[in-house]
Nanobody, 119 residues
Framework: QVQLVESGGGLVQPGGSLRLSCVAS????????MGWYRQAPGKQRELVAT???????EYADAVKGRFTLTRDNAKITVNLQMNSLQPEDTAVYYC?????????????WGQGTQVTVSS
């Protein structure tokens, strides 16, 4: 079993910054990709940013230039630095990992952390 534990999030004014962190724990697994998705009320869950073990990073167009995803493969951690936050960034943010566990591929999700951008 693999667990994703998230931290960060909260309430911030427009133009402000927040940092989200996610740590993976468990035994016998490797990670192919790890990143963040978000889901706003009444909307589908969408990709925010994801990074592969090989080093490539993909961002949603809506966050390019504002958000930065960093990944520490040794610590099995991803951090999402969110700058210039806007009200439309308000959502529950979920950590996601594509995992190989004892030779089988799985997708794991964190419990979600609320990000609210409001004045």
């Amino acid at each position: 079993q693999v667990q994703l534990v998230e931290s960060g999030g909260g309430l911030v004014q427009p133009g402000g910054s927040l940092r989200l962190s996610c740590v993976a724990s468990g035994n016998g697994f490797s990670i192919n990709a790890m990143g963040w998705y978000r889901q706003a009320p009444g909307k589908q869950r969408e990709l925010v940013a994801t990074a592969t073990t090989g080093g490539s990073t993909e961002y949603a167009d809506a966050v390019k230039g504002r958000f930065t995803l960093t990944r520490d493969n040794a610590k099995i951690t991803v951090n999402l630095q969110m700058n210039s936050l806007q009200p439309e960034d308000t959502a529950v943010y979920y950590c996601h990992a594509d995992v190989v566990l004892y030779g089988i591929k799985y997708a794991y999700w964190g419990q979600g952390t609320q990000v609210t951008v409001s004045s």
